[in-house]
T-cell receptor, first 112, second 113 residues
Framework: SQQGEEDPQALSIQEGENATMNCSYKTSINNLQWYRQNSGRGLVHLILIRSNEREKHSGRLRVTLDTSKKSSSLLITASRAADTASYFC????????????FGTGTRLQVTL | DAGVTQSPTHLIKTRGQHVTLRCSPISGHKSVSWYQQVLGQGPQFIFQYYEKEERGRGNFPDRFSARQFPNYSSELNVNALLLGDSALYLCASMKTGDPYEQYFGPGTRLTVT
């Protein structure tokens, strides 16, 4: 079963705009990770945020984590056409570091 | 360094047949996990192996089995294939210790007809 939900399910923006997608989960976690998937192929690891961290940056990516609300957000700034993909959050529950539970994903479309 | 590799890329099988999927982790990674991703959904955890031992199992029937070899590569076996087994099968490797980042291979697309 899926751990939680990504919101929105689909997002269409123009190049240069910012894209924000949200993730909710159900159980206590050690870490939360975000992945990108192009056209049903393998998952590319984007960023990991620990349960004791509130915000993390990597290049054009900014991730926040609110453990009290069991939610996270991924912000992609100055989006590019190459950012078009599906984005998934994945959590590893306390004591199960190797078992990732994925959300349902957000499909991002960036148009020129 | 090479990433996670999986073979084959695509596979077509008939109901009732057996399939073996293969995965080689990133060099130095001792943990391998398998996930099933049905079209339109997020991946679901099937197995995790570490140092050749099963360390975790998801909610999948006994038709699914796996093993890990001394070189840390892994095989996923599925017996008595059903149409519902059609999916992208992903392998992920993870190094020992914190942070527990998992790195995924390109996947094997299995179609059961």
């Amino acid at each position: 079963s899926q751990q939680g939900e990504e919101d929105p399910q689909a997002l269409s923006i123009q190049e240069g705009e910012n894209a924000t997608m949200n993730c909710s989960y159900k159980t206590s976690i050690n870490n939360l990770q975000w992945y990108r998937q192009n056209s049903g192929r393998g998952l590319v690891h984007l960023i990991l945020i620990r349960s004791n961290e509130r915000e993390k940056h990597s290049g054009r990516l900014r991730v926040t984590l609110d453990t009290s609300k069991k939610s996270s957000s991924l912000l992609i700034t100055a989006s590019r056409a190459a950012d078009t993909a599906s984005y998934f959050c994945a959590t590893d529950a306390t004591g199960t570091a190797s078992k990732l539970t994925f959300g349902t994903g957000t499909r991002l479309q960036v148009t020129l | 360094d090479a990433g996670v590799t999986q073979s084959p890329t695509h596979l077509i099988k008939t109901r009732g047949q057996h399939v073996t999927l293969r995965c080689s982790p990133i060099s130095g990674h001792k943990s391998v996990s398998w996930y099933q991703q049905v079209l339109g959904q997020g991946p679901q955890f099937i197995f995790q192996y570490y140092e050749k031992e099963e360390r975790g199992r998801g909610n999948f029937p006994d038709r699914f089995s796996a093993r890990q070899f001394p070189n840390y590569s892994s095989e996923l076996n599925v017996n008595a294939l059903l149409l519902g087994d059609s999916a992208l099968y992903l392998c992920a490797s993870m190094k020992t210790g914190d942070p527990y980042e998992q790195y995924f291979g390109p996947g094997t697309r299995l179609t059961v007809t």
